[in-house]
Structures are given as C-alpha cells and as structure tokens.
C-alpha cells in the first residue's frame, strides 16, 4: 500500500511539475511557407497578446521549409502546403493530424499547420495550431483572397 501511495505521490509530482513548465510562456519556433507571410503576421499579435506565448516566425520556400523540418532542427509548429505536410507527415517528422488553414488559387495549395516531432513546447503549439485553424484566423485568410472551410 505505501508502495503505491509513492508511486502515485511521485507521478503527481512529475506531472505537476510538467504542467507548471508548460504555464509559463513559451517562445515557439514557427517556420512558414512564405506564402502564409500576410496572415500570419497579423494574426500573430492577437494569439501572443492572448497567450503570453512569444512567436518567433521564419519564412521560406516550401521546399526550404520541408527541408528544415526533416532535419533535426528544432521547430514547434511549421506551415506548408498538405502534400509537403503529408510527406513530414509519413516520415515522422511532423505529428499526425495536421489542420487545414486554408486553401490557395488552386486545390494544390492548402495551407497546413502541423506540430513538429521535435517541439519542446507541445502544449503552446497545440494552442497555436488551434488559433491558426480557428473562426478569428479563417476571417483573416478570407479578407486576404485564400478560401476556407
């Protein structure tokens, strides 16, 4: 019986302790599609002001940023096309169940955020995958001509 009330004293603790890093603010490491560029620096304000998650934001091609992020570069969230998001995806690099943010001129470009495999900070991420595919981010893709859903 002691045995137990420790080990459950000491998951407690871990996952206490878990918890109380991921409440404080993060910096997370965005690496986007330029194309993405307009949106995500008008949306990014709102969700650091909301969060008290700082953003830090690079832009690339879509190949450049598909090459980061199979490397071990360390990246939270990354943006890019589903096809290239599909690919990280299949090579585990970034985690299953991207979201769709919107889509382009043409049925090739749909905008995808997904979590990197190597994100040090999974539950600010996940926060900010919510924000980007959320009602407030789908009213800014649409005034800037991208469609959603």
Known sequence: MMRAIRLLA???ALVTGVLAAEASA???KVLSTDAMRPMLQELAPAFEA????KLVIAFASDADVEKQV???DTIDVAILTKARIDKLVGSARILTFPKVLAQGSSEDL????GL???TE???AAKALMDFLAGPEAKK?????GLKTS
């Open 10 to 12: 000491g998951t407690l």
């Open 26 to 28: 993060a910096e997370l």
């Open 50 to 53: 909301a969060s008290k998650n």
């Open 70 to 72: 199979a490397s071990d």
């Open 110 to 113: 749909v905008y995808v955020v």
């Open 116 to 118: 990197s495999m190597f």
């Open 121 to 123: 900070q999974p539950i």
């Open 140 to 144: 800014v893709y649409a005034a800037k």
